[in-house]
């Protein structure tokens, strides 16, 4: 019997051995902060992370649009509390999760930004892909803490700012105003310019990310939103002279999307037809379209222009008819 007990507590032993050799493995399967953060492939991933989210329906796939309708230049063609929640700034619940969500997951974008800013430095790879990727980390955060800003912050109070240095177990104040974000957000975009490189000088599978012009440009609209009209001109003009940009001849050509990657282009969200995926893309025609048999594609008929924005263009203005649809088209 005691021979039994001894052979069993050597077995236990041995199992229990066992187990802790194999709860020391370091995890192959899912990226983990222990097995991720090691290659220039783990770069590369990270940085198109940041852009995930963009596709979400409640973001550019059409949430963001809603906000629209809170100006006159917008109706609702079909009922839809949410929206006239919104058109009646009803504080209780402003559009649901069309536009409630925008709040999280943007700062689901400035936390992988983060990440790329901290971990992607040590990392040992090409060093011009390096820098690129750090680059549109920071623009990324920037953009989308302007919008976080231009939106929720006001001269009393900005928006929380979560830098790369910010211990996540703590919560995070809001800035005690908006001013606050814009001076934060103009640092972010400055180190954005200076990593980034010219859109001409990229390959075009990195089309859709972020470039220098493009940090110039939000530069420029954010210093404008604090009014600080002398570096707004000057980034406005750092664009302009840069050589890189020129607008078409022709307004409806902006539109084709044979001219995505003009010269008129600065910076848009690359949605993916059919979402790849990783979400729906961009629903803006279907949402705008009505459902009146426009043969190829017809949509649901909420965002709708009002009478007096298309009365408000000159007649034979062209940018009118390339802009809105109407009876007869």
């Known amino acids: ?7 069993l507590a050597i077995a236990a032993l041995a ?11 370091t995890p192959e399967g899912s990226p983990s902060a222990q097995n991720f953060w090691k290659t220039e492939q783990d770069a590369i991933k ?13 973001y550019y796939g059409r949430g963001m649009f809603w906000f629209i309708n809170a100006s006159d230049d917008m109706v609702t063609g079909r009922n839809k509390p949410e929206a006239d929640n919104i058109k009646n700034f009803n504080r209780n619940y402003i559009g649901g999760g069309y536009t409630e969500s925008q709040w999280s997951m943007r700062y689901a974008i400035i936390k992988r930004a983060n990440d790329i800013i901290i971990n992607v430095p040590n990392i040992s790879m090409d060093e011009a892909r ?12 920037g953009l989308v803490y302007f919008q976080l800003a231009a939106n929720y912050g006001n001269d009393k109070a900005g928006v929380p700012i979560v830098t790369p240095e910010t211990d996540a177990s703590v919560p995070v104040a809001r800035a005690n105003n908006v001013n606050e974000n814009y001076d934060y957000i103009i640092s972010l975009l400055l180190k954005a310019a ?11 599978t990195d089309y859709g990310k972020a470039h220098k012009t493009a940090a110039w440009a939000y530069l420029s609209k954010v210093y404008l939103y604090k009014k600080d009209y002398t570096n707004a001109a000057k980034y406005a003009d750092m664009v302009i002279s840069s050589g890189k940009h020129e607008l078409l001849i022709n307004f409806v050509d902006v539109f084709k999307a044979a001219n995505n990657w003009s010269k008129e282009y600065i910076w848009s969200v690359v949605c993916t037809p059919n979402g790849g995926g990783t979400g729906w893309g961009s629903k803006l025609p279907g949402v705008m379209l009505t459902n009146k048999a426009w ?3 017809n949509g649901w008929g909420y965002y709708l222009p009002t009478k007096e924005l298309y009365d408000s263009f000159e007649t034979g203005d062209l940018r009118r ?6 009876p007869g088209d």
């Open 1 to 7: 019997m005691k021979t039994n007990i001894k052979y």
């Open 15 to 25: 199992f229990f051995a066992s187990c802790n050799k194999q709860l020391d493995i």
């Open 46 to 58: 990270a940085e198109a992370g940041m852009y995930e989210k963009y596709n979400e329906e409640d």
């Open 130 to 141: 390096k820098k690129q990727i750090i680059g549109d980390a920071y623009f990324n955060a």
């Open 194 to 204: 200076d990593n980034l490189p010219y859109f001409s000088e990229m390959k075009d």
């Open 295 to 297: 043969g190829i594609y």
């Open 321 to 326: 008819e390339a802009t809105i649809l109407k």
